[in-house]
């Protein structure tokens, strides 16, 4: 079983810093892309921060500047340093993963139970 578990969601006010953390773990053959996504209440689920499958990062524009993600492989663990926070950053992130948990099965794509970030004016 593979499971992806975030920490570091909380409260901030408004031009304050939090750092989320995930980790991914179980049987676990290669993972190929992870990242956060985040879904604001009423909107879409959007990606916020991930490192694609060429290693390189993607960021959606609201965020750029400001958020950095970074990973540990060898913990399989992903961060998202998010500081300069706007009240419009409040959402709950999901992290997620496409991996593989063999040599032969396909990849897979697994998300987070996903964390609260609010930010307050």
């Known amino acids: 079983q593979v499971q992806l578990v975030e920490s570091g969601g909380g409260l901030v006010q408004a031009g304050g810093s939090l750092r989320l953390s995930c980790a991914a773990s179980g049987n676990i053959f290669s993972i190929n892309a992870m990242g956060w996504y985040r879904q604001a209440p009423g909107k879409q689920r959007e990606l916020a921060a991930t490192?694609?499958?060429?290693?390189?990062?993607n960021y959606v524009d609201s965020v750029k500047g400001r958020f950095t993600i970074s990973r540990d492989s060898a913990k399989n663990t992903v961060y998202l340093q998010m500081n300069s926070l706007k009240p419009e950053d409040t959402a709950v992130y999901y992290c997620?993963?496409?991996?593989?948990?063999?040599?032969?099965?396909?990849?897979?794509?697994?998300w987070g139970q996903g964390t609260q970030v609010t930010v307050s004016s």
């Open positions: 490192f694609t499958r060429a290693g390189t990062t």
């Open positions: 997620n993963a496409v991996l593989r948990v063999t040599a032969v099965v396909g990849e897979e794509l697994y």
